[in-house]
């Protein structure tokens, strides 16, 4: 009797902490799932800013043809399509809220540009019909609609994560596991999204 007492006054605390370690060691294997989808979601988002930026030099080019004397606004599109994509390798090696955030100004800004050159090709009816400038301002409208979608599926994750990290128990491991919380990937302004969808009507 005194033995299986014995036994079972050792036995408990090492089950215990077994089952806690368990439980803890499972919360913080959720934790990284979680911060590795949300990157996959990011990665996601930057494989259709790069299809953008790919874009953006070509129609600029047929642009340059119709628009001798716009070089200012041509340039400006150059200049924020470089800027974004060298913020979009950089977010790419390590997608910190920084790096993320980074990358978001670049691409309001670089949306800014194109809304600048779509004002100024309304101006131009022969660039308007011009069949190859209308395939490129066609897919970049489609790649719009694609990193939308991948920007909501990136919210959706961040969501998840962010509300594991600042739930208990989870934010105890998350804060000493040196989880971050992650930003969300804001909506663009309306006003910015009909800039860049604006129509060649012919």
């Known amino acids: 009797?005194?033995?299986t007492t014995a036994m079972n006054s050792w036995y408990l605390p090492v089950i215990?902490?077994?089952l806690i370690s368990y439980y803890l060691i499972k919360i913080f294997n959720r934790l990284v799932r979680l911060e590795n989808e949300n990157k996959n979601a990011f990665t996601q988002i930057s494989v259709q800013l790069k299809r953008r930026h790919d874009l953006?030099?070509?129609l600029v080019e047929i642009a340059k043809t119709y628009l001798k004397h716009e070089s200012n606004t041509l340039e400006s599109?150059?200049?924020a399509r470089n800027h974004a994509d060298a913020t979009r390798r950089k977010a790419d090696r390590s997608p910190t809220p920084q790096t993320v955030g980074d990358l978001m100004?670049?691409?309001n800004i670089l949306t800014g540009a194109l809304g600048g050159l779509f004002a100024v090709v309304e101006n131009?009816?022969?660039?308007?019909?011009?069949?190859?400038?209308g395939r490129l301002h066609e897919e970049l409208v489609s790649t719009e609609n694609r990193v939308a979608f991948a920007r909501q599926a990136f919210n959706d994750a961040v969501m998840v994560y962010n509300t594991r990290c600042e739930s208990f128990p989870d934010a105890i491991i998350?804060?000493?596991?040196g989880f971050k919380k992650a930003v969300l990937w804001d909506d663009i302004s309306q006003e910015e999204k009909e800039a860049?969808?604006?129509?060649?009507?012919r």
């Open 1 to 3: 009797m005194e033995h």
């Open 16 to 18: 215990t902490l077994l």
């Open 56 to 58: 953006i030099p070509n």
């Open 77 to 79: 599109v150059i200049a």
């Open 105 to 107: 100004g670049a691409e």
């Open 124 to 133: 131009y009816p022969d660039l308007k019909a011009d069949q190859t400038m």
């Open 174 to 177: 998350a804060h000493l596991g």
């Open 196 to 201: 860049v969808k604006i129509s060649f009507d």
